[in-house]
């Protein structure tokens, strides 16, 4: 008999989550097994890639923890080999679906952020509450995926979980879509033969991708030689990026394009990417970047660049909020780029399909 694997998860819009949740549902359809995915919100782009040959179960409640009762009905009910439940919230209530249903299934979460690093400039009290919780219901769980080894050592350290009850496993990010989306056209005139070079920059304009360093960061190139900064992606934080380029006196060498469907065609085309967060867990854009061939800058944040670059042996690592080390780092990347091929190897274990193995095997649901 096939196993049965259920995904507990939300999708509520054009997040990182929800897209490597449908890379890996892709990639664990083709898988023999039985793949019923338990949707509390279906909104954003990402839905429609889920997989026609997964068993896609709309829930009535939309909002994780009004979640509990239907999950319940559905352990008791279907009796699934596993259960990955997305995020910390979907770890709550599937760990409280269980009890409620008394069922064996085996629960098992996926994290992908450094809670700590999240939390860091948030209120006390909402730190301990969310450390509490965590150290409550943790332990519970059968396996915990962490995209990243700073994710793992992270939670380890606030849950005091063995090592073995917490397991790596690469992003399902680099996909056939994925590559052949780069190579489509990018309508900007920045991006045409022989024009100047182009750094990136591609996220949410958040306080966490630190957005306002890079901007001063490339004050500091432009002032050294000709160039063009593009920043992909929408957020509250896009009127403050245009008037601190006014005031840099950089606006007309700065465009910011908003959120894409396809980021991969400008980072294809890019002369080198940069991640100037302060925080993550496993950043996907510099994944795809690497992916793609294109020399990168990243800032050393908690985590996952220093396990991409190797600690800086491939690419650039600066520290987080260093305006003088990231410019300079771009300019020598832009100066001598490394080998494309070294690159593209860096994120071999970031496939959609050896990403899905990983998953089975920490599931338990290895099958051959």
């Known amino acids: 008999m096939r196993p049965k694997l ?19 549902s892709q990639s664990l359809a083709i898988e023999p097994i039985d793949l019923d995915i338990l949707l509390i919100k279906a909104k954003g782009p990402h839905i429609a890639a889920l997989p026609d040959t997964a068993n896609v179960i709309h829930l009535r409640a939309r909002h994780t923890a009004t979640s509990i009762f239907e999950v319940a009905r559905y352990l008791r009910r279907e ?59 943790y332990p519970k769980l059968h396996r915990l995926i962490a995209v990243s080894q700073g994710v793992a050592d992270d939670v380890i350290a606030i849950t005091g979980m063995s090592d073995r009850q917490v ?68 957020g509250q934080l896009r009127e403050a990026l245009l008037e601190q380029a006014r005031q840099l006196g950089i606006a007309d060498k700065v465009a910011f394009p908003g959120f894409t469907h396809n980021p991969w065609a ?61 410019s300079e780092a771009i300019l020598s990347t832009l100066s001598n780029p490394p080998e494309a091929a070294t690159l593209i190897n860096a994120v071999k274990d970031y496939h959609q399909d050896v990403s899905a193995k990983g998953y089975l095997d920490a599931l338990g649901l290895i099958t051959s």
Not at 84 to 94: E, P, Q, S, T, Y
């Open 167 to 234: 397991t790596v496993v690469r992003n399902p990010t680099v996909t056939p879509a994925m590559l052949a989306a780069a190579a489509l056209p990018v309508e900007h005139p920045w991006f045409a033969q022989d024009a100047l070079p182009v750094v990136l920059g591609v996220g949410r304009l958040t306080e966490q991708k630190d957005f306002p360093t890079l901007l001063r960061a490339f004050a500091e190139v432009e002032r050294e030689r000709d160039a063009r900064l593009v920043i992909l992606g929408e």
């Open 6 to 24: 259920a995904i507990l998860v939300s999708f509520s819009g054009q997040g990182g989550v929800e897209r490597m949740i449908a890379n890996l």
């Open 266 to 326: 400008w980072m294809h085309r890019a002369s080198v990417f940069v991640l100037s967060s302060r925080w993550e867990g496993s950043p996907n854009t510099l994944t795809e970047a690497l992916a793609l061939g294109t020399p990168v800058v990243s800032t050393d944040c908690p985590s996952g660049p220093k396990e991409l670059l190797s600690g800086g042996s491939i690419a650039p690592l600066v520290p987080m909020g260093d305006i003088t080390a990231l």
């Open 79 to 137: 009796k699934p080999d596993a259960l990955l439940a997305v995020k910390h919230r979907g770890m709550i209530a599937a760990l409280q679906a269980k009890t409620l249903a008394r069922t064996s299934t085996p629960i098992s979460g996926r994290l992908g952020t450094t809670v700590s690093a999240a939390l860091a400039n948030k209120s006390s009290r909402r730190r301990a509450r969310w450390f509490s919780t965590m150290r409550r219901y």
